[in-house]
């Protein structure tokens, strides 16, 4: 029989999309809006030796011919905003625990292995989902462009990414918000048969037309252990009305696969449980403890690549020559943080902007029509999978 193969993480299926890229950069009717991860442009360190290539990335897509280059980085900001006020709701509900979402190869895990705790995963969207969502309205409409015309553009460092997008529910009227992901191969490829040597070039800037700019709390996203610490940041601001007196968590900060720290919020509330997981096996140790009552948690952050996303599937080079490269990574990611002038979600003036401008408050029904989603019990489907592929291994014996 034909020999089917099903990766959780979609790697093996891993389609080449750079012609459709080129065919979007071609086409005079479509405006193309480019988005990449805080983790893409840590990816170059191990190949061209520039830790962080963020202006190089940019310039690339101009000469592309990219009509707007916007930075997930910022959604990053956005996603810390919906999340933490949907944190903060839960544990003054006694809801608990709540689990992070902006990682599909684990929500993908949670669908098909324990439906039992979608209802506990937090319903923000993705950062990628968020600005994809917010091009074809908000910047759609600010921009006076028709968004049928726009076709969204992700780089990402992530297979799982490429089956994100095509969630049903992650499209509006049947058309999805985001069109598009590269890995960050596919997109070498793509400067490669473009002509560009990324190295030689100009760092140059966002276009940051109404959504840009990103806090430190953004760029630490694409590591383990980053959401929760912006969350944190955020969380304490949103009950006490000031600001965390140390911006930096660093009991979240080491680099086991599981990590727990209890913080004080303020605000008349208990301490709060904080764990974060990273690689698969570590989620299903923390999902069956939470299960078995072993763990009592309030906020999980789950990743599923080790490391987080600075090993992601979608990385140049071969997984044990980036996995070696990773620490360096996430060390960029948190200098990229120490650095920016403002640290905080919350503080990051366009996003300030963008509620008072259109979405009024965190979780307030635009933003949840426009930054939220549900998920779906596959477990089924999943186990139809595995019986499928265990019948084709018979059959090939
Ligand atoms: Fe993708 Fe891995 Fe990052 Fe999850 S942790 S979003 S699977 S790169």
Redesign the pocket.
Known sequence: GQCVMVCP?GALAERDDTDRVIDHLYDPDIVTVFQF?P?VRVGFADSLGIDNAEGQIITALRKMGADIVIDTNFAADLVIMEEGTEVVRHIRQGKRPTFTS?????VNFVEKNYPDILPHLSSAR?PQQCLGSLAKTYLAEKMEIDPARMRVISI??????KDEMNRPQLAKNGVPDVDVVLTIREFARLLRREGIDLAALEPGTFDNPHLGGYSGAGAIF?T?GGVMEAAVRSAYFLINGKELPNAEVTALRSFENIRTATVAVGGGLPDVNLAIC?GLKAARDVVEGVLSGKYDFDFIEV???PG??V????HLRHKKAYQAGAPKKRVTLFDIDAQRVIRQSHNNPQIQHLYSDYLGEPMSERAHHLLHTWYTDRKKEADVAVKEIRREIRLAL
């Open positions: 993480t991860a983790a902006c990682c599909p190869g684990w993705s990402m460092p992530c297979t799982a990414k694409g383990t990273h990743m599923a690549c987080g996303c090993t992601g599937g979608g």
